[in-house]
Structures are given as structure tokens and as C-alpha cells.
């Protein structure tokens, strides 16, 4: 299993890292701040220095089908490094950055909206959550001034873990209807917007506090079926 120091901290930018397997698949590390592509987040893309100084190209980072297996993909005709090797991975942060304003700024539309969330999706530039709204009709005028209240109040967004256990117990913090909390090893990490905004499991990338989201703006409500909306966010620059 790799160690995902990027769950720990979801600023550190690089790691100096052993191979512990390669092949055309990709490259599995030993520990990486690499985030692979789940829950509806992009996996990181970046850089891989080898101890000659060749720099290789990260183009894509996913799960593998083992648990706790992580996958990262080289670009087109690139030497793959040894097993043993050792190397220092580095994410595009400017892009990574991106995704975690848009990321938590999506936990703070999921409380803007009282509907469960059927869908979603994180970009770099713009991001989409689906609900199911029932007969719930929504304002975007409405949305999208909450949303820049929450952004600028500046609240704390905080990981906290529970329980497998814990969370069996607790259903009510699930709010997304179409994927399933990232459960199973024991442990389940949850991001608590706070006090009191929201608090849902969630194994992505964040920031540490509102503000530094920025301005968003709702550029949309699509209509997505008899009850579903899809409400599309971009940051605003």
C-alpha cells in the first residue's frame, strides 16, 4: 500500500518517494502527495525526478485494483524507473490549488442546497454538483450569494476521522446518494466546514479555510430530469 501523505496535508507539493513496483500501468510508490482520481476530484498530474536528474511527466494519477494501491501514469514513451529506485514526485500545484477551492467550495453548496446529491464533478475552472430536489425550486441569484457569504466568512474546513463503525451509525452525514463514502479501512476521513456549515465524509483534497476559495459565481442550473438540477460553480477569476 502507498502512503497518501496527501491526505494528511493537502499542501505539501513534493515527496522524495522508493518505487515498490513499475510497468506500463504506471509507477506505485512507497508514499506520494499524488491525489488519485476519486469521488469525483481529477487525479494530480506533475513530475518525477530520478536520481540522474531526467525529469519524467506525470500525466494522470488513479487507483489501482489492490487496496490502497495507487497508480502513476507516465506519458507516452518514457523510461519507466526501477523497482528500488529512488526518486522526488512533484504535483502541478497551481492546478491541484484550483481543485481544492473548487472541491470545498462544493461542501459549501451541498449546504446552501437541502437536497441530496446525486452526481458530481470537480474541475479546475468550474465544478458541478446534481440534486435531487424534488419540489424544491432553486434561486441562483439565492445560491450564489450564500455561497460568497459562506467563502467570505472565512470559516475553518477541518479533516476529522471516524470509525468504519461510526459512520454505519451515523448515515445522516452521507449526503451524496450516488457514491459511496470512502470507507472500508477501518477508517473514514470527514471534512468539517464549520461551526455547523457542513460535515460529510470525504477523501478529497481541501482548503484549510473558506476565504481562500475566492469569489464564485453560479453560471447555471440545468435541469436534469423530473427532480434532478445540475447547479454549475466557477471560481470567478
Known sequence: ???????????????????TASGPEGVELDCTVFYPMGGGQPGD??????TDGHTLTIVDTRKGAAP?????ILGADQEIPAVGERVVVEIDWA??????????????????????????????????L????GELVLDKAAIEAKLNELIAANHTATPR?????????????VRTMSVKPPSG????????IGPGIDLQPCGGTHVKATGEIGRVVVEKIENKGKRNRRVVVALAE
Open 1 to 19: 500500500m502507498t502512503d497518501e501523505i496527501f491526505r494528511e496535508d493537502a499542501y505539501l507539493r513534493s515527496c522524495e518517494a522508493v518505487v
Open 45 to 50: 498530474i506533475g513530475t518525477l525526478r530520478r
Open 68 to 72: 490502497g494501491q495507487i497508480l502513476h
Open 95 to 128: 492546478r491541484r490549488h484550483r481543485h481544492m477551492r473548487m472541491h470545498t467550495c462544493l461542501h459549501l453548496l451541498c449546504a446552501v442546497v437541502p437536497a441530496g446529491v446525486t452526481g458530481g464533478q470537480v474541475g479546475d475552472a468550474r465544478s458541478r
Open 130 to 133: 446534481d440534486f435531487d430536489v
Open 161 to 173: 476521522w471516524i470509525s468504519d463503525e461510526e459512520l454505519a451509525a451515523t448515515p445522516e452525514l
Open 185 to 192: 479501512q477501518g477508517k473514514v476521513r470527514r471534512l468539517d
